[in-house]
Each structure stands twice: as structure tokens, then as C-alpha cells.
């Protein structure tokens, strides 16, 4: 039977080969660590605080108010920092009484504006947090539930700038039960939050019933979706590079403030995989962002506009019109085209 220390040593030089292999951490020299004061996050600063000695660490914790130990959490998070000399950021980040959408939603927003917060307060270059495999595989279903598209099969990334959040996630490839076994081998302490057992949200009805029913018809469920997060990734980095070369050459000028042009035809006759990857960047620089769009939006803009059969479609954000050759983005606002920060234009 392997001693603590060994199992220590062992799954440490598994962060570390992961750490050389993805190389999340370059051009890092300080972290803001998002630090809940469950095992994972706990594990995740000792972690690197071992490998990366040289990195200076800024703990955030946001305390969401859900729970009536929520105000313990935050003292322990603080207490850790403490004893580690590190500097700690205790956040208020409840949501607002009027709070109607996803609380998940809300909080993982919270979270990322305390962290950009934190960053721009502290001078930190990225936002280290500590998702395992076993989150990854739990993406990757609960976003297959939802109907995504490759994108969402990707997953998350070992590293990925969110708009200058730049986020690492060092041990995404250590499964969390090899993660506890590290923490219990270190002698760490750390807090254990009942929410994680409140079936009401999807990502833990996933955990608890989706995920071991999986393993017991496949066992190594976990690893194997995993590896198919990664895969997907591989392909849908190729096809993004792909679409920005082909969006290169079929973009116009548009003089519409906000607004993008393609050439219709040409776009039309790409492999329909590449033109909606090009669709995809395109929506993106119209809006900002892609959130709320499906594949129903990307075939109206292709199949009706595109193809001729309507000369126009407003999607969200978004009116597509066909003018000659000319595929014309325009920025939507309350079904009308609206300049960004110019109010509205008929």
C-alpha cells in the first residue's frame, strides 16, 4: 500500500506533466485563485504553491449568501490565506433579491466580475480555478442536454481568454477523487458545502445519478469524456482558423456602424460546416457575443436569406438582408437597427 506522501508525490507529478503538456501558465507570473475553500480549490493553491514557488497568489472568494455557513466559508477562505501569507479578497456577491433567472447563471457572473475585479486591482495576469475532469464530463453532458453544438462539446479549456479574463484551469485533466486523495495525503483541510448534494441544480443531478449510471454501464466514463472534450476542441480550433481565413476574403465593406458584410454566393458555396463557422464570428462581431443563438438562426440566415427565398430576417441582434450580392449584419435593437450607442436608425 502506497504511503501519503507517495500518493502525494505521485498525483503532483500528474499535475505537473499536464502542466508541461498545456502550458497553461505561460507568460503567468501572478494568479488570482478562485478559492471556495472546498477541496478542489484548497488543493489547487497547495498545488501551485509546490510546482510554481516563483508565481505570486491572490485568493478571491466570493461569498453568494446562499447558505447559512456561507459567512464560515469566507472566514476559513481568510484563516487559509492567513496562514499561507498570501493576500485574500473576501466579495459579497449575492444575487439581488429580484434575482428571476439561473442562480448558477448569476453566480458564475458574479464570480467573473469580482475575478476581472481582483485582476485589475491586484495587477494579476489570469484567474486559476480548480475544475477537475470530472467537471469537464459534467459540462459536456449537461451542455449535450441542452442541444449544443460542437462548441459546447469542447467544453472547457485548460486555458481561455473570456474578453481579457484570461482563465487557466491546471488540474482539468486529474479526476476528483485523485484530487481529494492528494488534499487527504497533504493533511489539507478544507469545507465541505451541502449545496454540492442539492439535486435541484442540474450540474448536481448530473453528478449524483447521470454520471455513476453512465459508470456502471461504462466504466471510465469520466476519462472517456474527457478525451472526447478534447478531441472536439482539437477540430473546432481548426475550424475557427479555417473560418477566419475564408471570412477574410468574403468580407465587404459595410458602412453600417456595427455591421458586417460577406458576399452572399460565395459564403453559400462553402462547406456548410465552414460557412456557419463563419456565420458564427461574424454574429459575433455584430453583437459582441453569440449567447441565445441556435442552429435554427444560422440555417434562416443560409437557407431563406442566403439562398434567396426572403430578401431579409431579423435573428436576435441581428437583421440579415441580402442586397445584390452583398450579405448585410446589422446591429438589432427592439426590431430596429440601432448603431451601437447611437440610439436608434430607421
Not at 500518493?7 to 506533466?17: D, N, P, Y
Not at 493576500?87 to 459579497?92: A, N, P, S
Not at 443531478?205 to 476519462?223: D, F, K, M, S, Y
Request: net charge negative; glycine share 8%.
Amino acid at each position: 500500500m502506497s504511503s501519503q506522501p507517495e500518493v502525494a508525490e505521485t498525483r503532483l507529478a500528474a499535475v505537473e506533466s499536464l502542466l508541461r503538456s498545456d502550458d497553461p501558465l505561460r507568460g503567468v507570473d501572478h494568479l488570482v485563485v478562485g478559492c471556495s475553500g472546498g477541496g478542489d480549490s484548497i488543493a489547487l493553491v497547495d498545488v501551485l504553491r509546490r510546482l510554481c514557488p516563483q508565481l505570486r497568489l491572490t485568493l478571491v472568494h466570493c461569498d453568494h449568501g446562499a447558505r447559512p455557513e456561507s459567512a464560515s466559508d469566507a472566514s476559513f477562505v481568510a484563516a487559509f490565506a492567513a496562514s499561507l501569507d498570501l493576500q485574500c479578497h473576501i466579495v459579497d456577491a449575492a444575487l439581488p433579491a429580484s434575482w428571476t433567472g439561473s442562480r448558477e447563471a448569476g453566480w458564475r457572473d458574479l464570480r467573473r466580475a469580482a475575478f476581472r475585479a481582483a485582476m485589475h486591482e491586484t495587477g494579476a495576469d489570469a484567474v486559476a480555478l480548480g475544475h477537475t475532469a470530472d467537471d469537464q464530463a459534467e459540462t459536456v453532458l449537461l451542455n449535450l442536454a441542452r442541444g449544443s453544438g460542437l462548441r459546447g462539446l469542447a467544453a472547457m479549456q485548460a486555458r481561455v481568454d473570456h474578453d481579457g479574463l484570461v482563465v487557466v484551469r491546471p488540474l482539468l485533466g486529474m479526476r476528483r477523487s485523485e484530487l481529494r486523495e492528494y488534499a487527504m495525503s497533504r493533511g489539507l483541510e478544507w469545507r465541505q458545502d451541502a449545496s454540492n448534494d442539492d439535486v435541484a441544480f442540474s450540474r448536481n443531478r448530473i453528478r449524483a445519478t447521470v454520471v455513476p449510471q453512465l459508470e456502471a454501464i461504462a466504466p471510465g466514463v469520466v476519462g472517456n469524456i474527457a478525451r472526447l472534450a478534447s478531441i472536439v476542441r482539437e477540430h473546432e480550433s481548426y475550424l475557427e482558423a479555417e473560418a477566419e481565413a475564408a471570412r477574410s476574403q468574403l468580407e465587404l465593406e459595410e458602412d453600417f456602424p456595427g455591421g458586417v458584410a460577406l458576399c452572399g454566393p460565395r459564403l453559400a458555396d462553402l462547406p456548410r460546416a465552414l460557412a456557419m463557422a463563419v456565420l458564427r464570428q461574424a454574429f459575433g462581431a455584430v453583437r459582441g457575443h453569440v449567447r441565445g443563438m441556435s442552429k435554427e438562426h444560422f440555417d434562416v440566415v443560409l437557407d431563406e436569406v442566403v439562398g434567396g427565398r426572403h430578401g431579409a430576417a431579423d435573428i436576435p441582434g441581428i437583421r440579415a438582408r441580402l442586397e445584390g450580392e452583398k450579405l448585410r449584419l446589422l446591429p438589432l435593437r427592439d426590431r430596429q437597427l440601432c448603431a451601437p450607442d447611437r440610439g436608434q436608425v430607421s
